[in-house]
């Protein structure tokens, strides 16, 4: 073999930049009494989506909150861990008052509103905890908390703008919001806009609003959008 002839390796596939979806479907609760954590979350207004069992030592039981894309489950013979250890649970609201009185009247026990002294996230336990919600106003800063008969820990959190990146928020009130918000903004462009149609304006607005632009920047997203739009 000549030293000067190349070396004949196997070819290397680059890595790929895109990243595969991952999406949390389900979370275990580890509870004592299955039925006893069934009545609870079903009082709490959340959906049933299974409750199976084959024999006398495996059960499993569903249920999903108010407009989320993942799920609980428990039963038995499905997790190891001892009931009543899984704690900081976050539900995600957009108004914390009104989330945390619906709780008040299927009479969970659920605590006052709350910030945290760090102003960063809620500390462990209730440590840091200062009455009443974040001072000034913002998204991520409020919480109320409540646990299930077997002491696993929930909290709601305020969420009302998203920091960009962070996906869309799809529920009723703030999607009704942005829309109510796109509507106006597209009122104001419209007369002077070129023709297009009204959904390619209110789409790049709210997607806009949700990755944190202002209403201004979120209307100009809008405006970019309709106005590369011909029919």
Known sequence: MNQTEPRKEPAVQAPSSATTDAKLELVPIPVSDVDRAKGFYGSLGWRLDADFAKGDDFRVVQLTPPGSPCSIIFGK????????????????????????????RRRADVSEVFHDEGGIFHHAGTKGRVPGPDPAGGSYGSFASFADPDGNGWLLQEVKTRLPGRGLLWDVATLTDLLREAEERHGRYEPTAPKHHWSTFY???????????TPEEAAKEGARNAGGFRQ
Do not use: C, N
């Open 77 to 104: 013979g499905i997790t190891t861990a001892v009931p009543g250890s899984v704690q900081g649970l976050l539900l995600i609201v957009f108004d914390i008052e009104a989330a945390r009185a619906e709780l008040v």
């Open 203 to 213: 789409s790049a607005y709210v997607v806009a609003r949700e990755d944190g632009k």
